[in-house]
């Protein structure tokens, strides 16, 4: 069974942690199958799956569905719930209940954004109260208006500073992870030296103790923007487009379904509606 001290024992090994995004049930499966050391429901669905242009119209009540149904698909994963926006900012209980709502949904653990002194005191109430929580520093697309937009974090030695001590804060919290987003790969390396629970990267180089991606952006599932640090695996989108034209074309052309896609009526039944 996959917990938080597996993602420890892989960063104490010295072994990369592999994670991925899903939002549904086919996905998930697949993931499983892969035995991917973690999966994020990530609130990226909003624009991946929901085709929004940012994360911020998504609800706490909707993320669950997607929760469960990333549950039943991947029942040996360790499965993270992304906490949307202003799902856990209004109050200390605001929060709380909606990271309980995430654990009875199925998922393992939760993902919330920055480290200011409320966020912490949150971090320390969910660990506390059984509910593990991944932190995650350098671009936050939550804080995107307040960051001045999409933009590379820790791009001096003194910003860096910042989010390692930021870093460090939710580590003391009970955080059993961080992801980093963004930033150059050396700054992302001198986090992760300097920390002992395991950095997960997205778009900040090799050196942190694990990496995360969009499934639907490595499998080039979803084609509206590819950020620099995506690599694609494949081209879903050029294949479902291709077996969609193909299926489109056999049904105008009367070939499917044929016989064999198609259920037959026994002869005396037949003989009765006059068909032979
Ligand atoms: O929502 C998301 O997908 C994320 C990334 C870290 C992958 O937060």
Redesign the pocket.
């Known amino acids: 069974m996959k917990t938080i001290s597996s993602f420890q024992k892989l960063k104490d090994n010295n072994e990369k942690i592999v994670?991925l995004?899903a939002y549904d049930y086919s996905t998930a499966q697949v993931l499983d199958k892969a035995d991917i050391d973690g999966i994020?429901v990530?609130?990226?669905?909003a624009m991946?799956a929901l085709g929004y242009e940012n994360?911020y119209n998504i609800t706490i009540d909707e993320m669950l569905i997607f929760i469960k149904a990333v549950c039943r698909g991947a029942k040996n994963s360790f499965i993270i719930g992304?906490m949307p926006f202003m799902s856990y900012n209004l109050s200390l209980e605001q929060g709380l209940r909606n990271a309980g709502k995430m654990i009875s949904s199925g998922a393992n653990a939760v993902?919330l954004?920055g480290c200011n002194e409320y966020i912490l005191t949150l971090i320390k109430r969910c660990t506390e109260s059984g509910i593990p929580v991944l932190g995650?520093l350098g671009f936050t697309?939550q804080l995107m208006n307040t960051l001045g937009g999409y933009k590379i974090q820790g791009k001096t030695s003194e910003k860096t500073e910042a989010i390692l001590s930021c870093a460090k804060k939710l580590q003391d919290a009970g955080c059993f992870g961080v992801?980093l987003?963004l930033m150059p790969a050396e700054s992302a390396k001198y986090i992760t030296n300097n920390l002992h629970i395991p950095t997960?990267g997205?778009g900040a180089g090799k050196y942190c103790s694990g990496q995360?991606?969009?499934t639907d952006d490595i499998t080039g599932k979803f084609t509206d923007f590819t950020p620099k640090f995506v690599k694609k695996y494949t081209h879903i989108h050029d294949i479902l487009l291709k077996s969609i034209q193909e299926y489109k074309k056999e049904v105008k052309d009367e070939i499917f379904p044929s016989e064999k896609e198609s259920f037959e009526l026994v002869k005396e039944e037949k003989e009765k509606l006059s068909l032979v």
């Open positions: 994670m995004t994020l990530g609130d990226s669905l991946v994360t992304d993902k954004e995650h697309p992801v987003e997960i997205i995360i991606v969009v």
